[in-house]
């Protein structure tokens, strides 16, 4: 992981907010959690609309043509329909979102559930009660 890390640090200027995009994206993975319907791309010259039809709850992230790694346009989709756009980054559409389905009691999104729930109980330490799995992951990140 370090030297993935170093590597896409010598292609971007913004080394703080490239290794939050990489832990956020990599919370996921470490949670076996399916990101395929949460994390949506498309390029510039596509409709969003198409991207966007079935998704539930999700991030959209806009790109230029030849550039993958550098969004756009970040997104918040919920049921259908942007919410909010020409957000800075992911972390920033993340926290948005995760404020969203927070404040109005919307339930998380089942294909990300533990990420959600690790975000509530480890990171914001919000509610007292969370699966066997995040208590898991919190006592090995306390380690």
């Known amino acids: 992981m370090e030297d993935v890390l170093d590597a896409l640090d010598e292609k971007t200027s913004d080394i703080l907010t490239h290794r939050k ?3 956020l994206r990599g919370l996921p ?3 076996r959690d399916d990101t395929s ?3 949506l791309q498309c390029s510039a010259s596509d409709t969003e609309e198409q991207v966007i039809r079935d998704a539930t ?3 959209l992230s806009v790109h230029e043509d030849d550039d ?3 969004a756009v346009n970040v997104a918040v989709v919920l049921e259908g329909a942007i919410i909010l756009q020409d957000l ?3 972390c920033t559409a993340f926290a948005y979102l995760f404020g969203l389905l927070y404040t109005m009691n ?3 999104p089942k294909e990300m559930f533990y990420t959600f729930e690790a975000v509530q109980c480890i990171f914001f330490n919000l509610g007292s009660r969370c699966s066997q799995h995040i208590r898991s992951l919190r006592t090995k990140l306390q380690l």
């Open 21 to 23: 995009t990489a832990a």
């Open 88 to 90: 800075p980054d992911l």
């Open 68 to 70: 993958a790694l550098n």
């Open 57 to 59: 709850v999700a991030i």
């Open 37 to 39: 319907k949460f994390f």
């Open 29 to 31: 993975i470490f949670v």
């Open 106 to 108: 919307i339930d998380y």
